[in-house]
């Protein structure tokens, strides 16, 4: 596990993120990659695959899947088992206080929801990340994506959310980015 001092971003998102989106979200990923940050993400197809793929170094990359593997991942590589990391059990917790209806979820989708915690809060769940970049369609709070929001919202994580046109438009200036 990669322990640091370093800025983290949770670098997240929905399945059915736009191509357009997903390419500036590798292009983001390499920038903060050589700025020095960590990603923090979930293995997931779309914004959580772009992420990762603009990271280029293992350790610049903390991917938690919901178990042993996940999409085609397994552990190694920067990739992690949630259920295995020291603040599982309190992320599991998470799932209660954030989603608006946790009775609802299916014990892989509380999984899927605890681990959003991890990427927010870390592997024993006590360092946030310094900043949040994911995409939802118009910018709304939905989804598995939306749970990872609300937490970070919650604990004043700056979020940049894609989806939003005025983020989407000014996020190099806001991350400082050179184009």
Request: net charge negative; charged share 20%.
């Amino acid at each position: 596990m990669v322990l640091t001092e370093r800025p983290i971003y949770a670098g997240i998102g929905a399945r059915i993120t736009p191509v357009n989106v997903l390419e500036i979200m590798r292009f983001i990923a390499g920038k903060l990659e050589e700025k020095g940050w960590l990603l923090r993400s979930g293995g997931a197809s779309g914004a959580d695959s772009a992420f990762e793929s603009g990271v280029t170094g293992s350790t610049n990359k903390c991917i938690y899947l919901p178990g042993p593997s996940f999409n085609g991942r397994t552990v190694g590589g920067g990739c992690f088992d949630s259920t295995k990391m020291p603040g599982w059990n309190h992320a599991l917790q998470t799932v209660d206080e954030f989603h608006p209806n946790p009775s609802a979820l299916s014990d892989f989708v509380r999984k899927l929801m605890a681990r959003n915690a991890l990427q927010i809060f870390g592997p024993n769940m006590d360092r946030p990340a310094d900043m949040l970049i994911g995409w939802t369609l118009n910018g709304e709070v939905i989804g598995g994506t939306g749970q990872a929001l609300r937490m970070a919202e919650g604990c004043g994580i700056k979020t940049y959310n894609l989806g939003d046109p005025g983020t989407l438009e000014n996020i190099f200036q806001l991350l400082e980015l050179d184009i």
